[in-house]
């Protein structure tokens, strides 16, 4: 159960991690952040996923570098588009606060995180966006009983 009083979805036998799914317009910035924070923080012990319904050609420069700054590389990530099928293999899906709509599956719980668009913006700003996910990700992972590294 996550803090909230919402039941997660129970893991099937061959699913021994829980699985988060991180959604935003064009995949480029606030998800990649979230995915970013929570593969360098779980240490592998969380299956994540990030996507977008028109995502960008490629990652936000500004967000790359604000990662670079704590130790995580995203120089490698590219957009992805949002499936069904990402949707419903995760046990949490978080919108950015974007108005992207996931389709709702049975099991999966929503949430979704108002954050600032770091798209267009200078290093200042997206590093206050990536230190409140950094804290968003980290209540997250306590929710899901995960220690952080």
Not at 75 to 84: A, W
């Amino acid at each position: 159960m996550s803090g909230d009083g919402v039941m997660l979805g129970p893991m099937s036998p061959e699913q021994t991690r829980p699985s988060v799914l991180f959604v935003c317009v064009h995949n480029a910035g606030r998800s990649q952040m979230a995915a970013g924070f929570v593969r360098s923080l779980s240490g592998g012990a969380v299956e994540v996923r990030s996507a977008g319904s028109m995502p960008a050609d490629r990652i936000n420069p500004v967000a790359v570098e604000a990662m670079r700054e704590v130790g995580i590389d995203l120089s490698g990530e590219q957009p992805k588009v949002l499936t069904p099928d990402a949707v419903e293999a995760s046990d949490v899906a978080i919108t950015m606060g974007c108005g992207d709509v996931c389709p709702v599956f049975p099991g999966t719980r929503y949430e979704d995180w108002a954050l600032a668009d770091p798209a267009g913006q200078g290093i200042e700003p997206v590093r206050v966006i990536r230190d409140e996910i950094r804290g968003r990700v980290l209540a997250l992972l306590s929710e899901l009983g995960v220690p952080p590294v």
